[in-house]
């Protein structure tokens, strides 16, 4: 049981820490443009698919940094040339144009890569089993992750805090219009926080390519779990992203891990006929409802603290 | 009286055309398109009941489509196996009652709110929906779902709706009376406070009224035809599935919408019909045609916010003055569009071909050099030698440039145009 605990609290974790490199740059966005980026997983899927073709030409640690530089490029391109013209007919609009961006990022992923999963792997000098918890190996590439990703966060942390260039974001996301008047070029700070939102949704891809499966499909199935962290920790709030994030990781990799279910428990006074619908719910497991969970936390979320966690503003 | 005979009029054409239409596209393949345009017109103006009209943008109106699907298909089953005499024309009610349950419960949890909150509530609703289906196998079937057969139910006056054109007529008799019922929404008090909330929310507060109820109203609403969508859809192909409920059914129907244009009734309609054309036509032409269709949502979404029906409603505003007159402002116009569509069309073979050389070379390159442009054995291209990149790159660039050019002759053109009117109209 302790070495569940552990194994799914660090695995936790680390899927929390991959949730916040995504959804700090997704909050960033939000907060200075008001436009929840749909298209934020694509260019985390973008990022692992470019990871794993920069990796097969040239190894992994070129592509650790070239591939978050190209999709960040990418999007800062998509912020000048796409969302600055949307911007003048509405948030429906800017939000659709993201949608519609999404649906093009993964058609284009599928036309070059297909729709199987591409065999990108661990990198060999990385695929050892780094330290043993009770019987469990944890493998090095992981700990490599959950060391990277929380160096990228503290990096964050103090880009935004305690340097010039992180003043002006601050300060452009609660008075664009002061921080234009002061001689700063308001909308290229817009365009390099899409860029750099992009690149570490890209980041993310790079490294969680190589540990999960880098599909054709995986924007669609995190972008939804994304949005989720980020309604969940409140619009525009970083440090509620940060824990949502790893609440949502907690919750998911703990949830994955437990075969509970009502029969487990009542199955003994009640047994429901096969077949019917009471027995579905009735045999249901947690790990089963897992997927289902960070949806049914965002419903409770938006019914009793529609700010969020940590959020100031309604949603 | 004239306004109620020319509005009737409208109506009684719409029902003429529709009774003449597998007259005059009487194959088995047409049949089956029209079948599924209906659906979707009835999807498509359900769902700009929210977007158009009220000013919700939902990820999650397949909710209401699948789940009405399920119950029909569940409602067949069980008629047929405990012998009630419910005839298959009626059974889009419990589409229609589904939907608007489902539409009441849900709504009351996300019309609470407005814009992007509401956007992301719809599209957490949809997945807890879609993932659900997975776990209650007994309800939804599983990875087969639950397939219904429409032919066991009782005759109706002699009818088994066995063959495909007695559903068409089905469909179009259910597709009409949502129409109509649509359109008479959108004239009543309560369509006209959709809009009022959709343009301020905060006003509508001032002058008396509660905007939450009116978005719950209206989303109910767009629920039961939502509904009635979705159960027709399960009884044109004797089957629901968990598709039916997914992600991409949503997106579809957002895309059609838009497409089409939210702004005006008819939007949704002529999204519907082109959507659902393209979709069973561009697969014949193409294997990555959803990545042109994607690209055509957001060329409209950047360019022609209002849709199809917006750039259709832009020209209306010349038809006015002597018929000569108009017919030669209308000719004078479509000259200037003609020298703008020839550097349009260079850009988009160029692209095109661009795109295809790299998904064949992508995709397909154990096949050989040899790519069959268009998925046609006429043109054939050797994607290996220089010559076709060279060409396609410079159709693209060169296409776009000279594109750009004729802008200023399609503008002048307009305003030449727009000032004549103005002066024939006056």
Known sequence: ?315 | MMNLIKSLGIWIAAAILIVILPYVFPSGASITTMCLMGIMIIFALSYNMLLGQSGMLSFGHAVYYGLAAFVTAHTINWAIKSGVPLPLPLIPVAGAVTGLIFGIIFGSVSTKRAGTAFAMISLGLAELVYSSSLILRSFFGGEEGISADRTKLIRFFGYNFGPQIQVYYLIAAWCLLCVILMYAITRTPLGRMCNAVRENPERVEFVGYNPQLVRYIAFSLAGLFAGVAGSLAAINIELAQASFVGAAQSGAVLLAAYIGGVAFFVGPVLGAILVTYLSLTLSDFSEIWVLYFGILFVVIIMFAPYGLSGLLMMHAQFWRGPLGSRLARFGRLFGAYLVAAVPALIMLGGAILFIEMIHHVAQKGAEGANMHFLRRNYITINTHSVLPWIGGIVAMIGGFFAFRLSWPTVANAWHKALLDAQRSGA
Not at chain 1, 55 to 75: R, V, Y
Not at chain 1, 123 to 151: G, R
Not at chain 1, 221 to 243: H, M, N, T, Y
């Open chain 1, 1 to 315: 049981m302790a070495e569940l605990i552990i194994i799914s609290t660090l695995n936790g974790v680390l899927y929390g820490m991959l949730l916040f490199l995504m959804a700090s740059g997704l909050t960033l966005i939000f907060s200075m443009m008001g436009v929840l980026n749909f298209a934020h997983a694509s260019f985390y899927m973008l990022g692992a698919f470019l990871g794993f073709q920069i990796s097969q030409w040239a190894g992994f640690i070129p592509a650790l940094f070239l591939a978050p530089l190209i999709a960040g490029g990418i999007g800062a391109l998509v912020e000048r040339y796409g969302l600055r013209t949307v911007h003048k007919n509405g948030h429906v609009a800017e939000l659709l144009f993201t949608f519609g961006l999404a649906f093009i990022i993964e058609e284009v992923i599928q036309m070059i890569w297909g729709k199987l999963s591409v065999d990108y792997r661990v990198p060999t000098w990385l695929d050892f089993p780094a330290f043993t918890i009770y019987a469990t190996n944890y493998p090095a590439y992981k700990t490599f992750m959950l060391v990277f990703s929380i160096a990228i966060f503290i990096g964050l942390i103090y880009l935004l805090t305690r340097t010039r260039a992180g003043l002006i974001i601050q300060a452009s996301l609660t008075h664009p219009n002061m921080v234009g008047m002061l001689g700063h070029n308001v909308p290229r700070v817009f365009m390099l926080v899409f860029g750099l939102g992009t690149a570490l949704a890209a980041i993310a891809g790079v490294i969680a390519g190589a540990a999960y499966v880098t599909q054709s499909n995986m924007a669609a199935l995190l972008g939804p779990i994304l949005f989720v962290v980020v309604v969940v920790g409140g619009l525009g709030s970083l440090w509620g992203a940060f824990v949502a994030s790893l609440l949502i990781g907690l919750l998911q990799t703990f949830a994955i891990a437990s075969d509970w279910s009502l029969n487990k428990f009542f199955g003994d006074f009640i047994t429901p006929t096969r077949g019917t619908l009471l027995f579905d719910v009735w045999t249901v497991t947690i790990a089963q409802i897992g997927p289902i969970l960070p949806y049914l936390l965002l419903v409770l979320v938006l019914i009793f603290r529609p700010t969020g966690l940590f959020g100031t503003r309604e949603t």
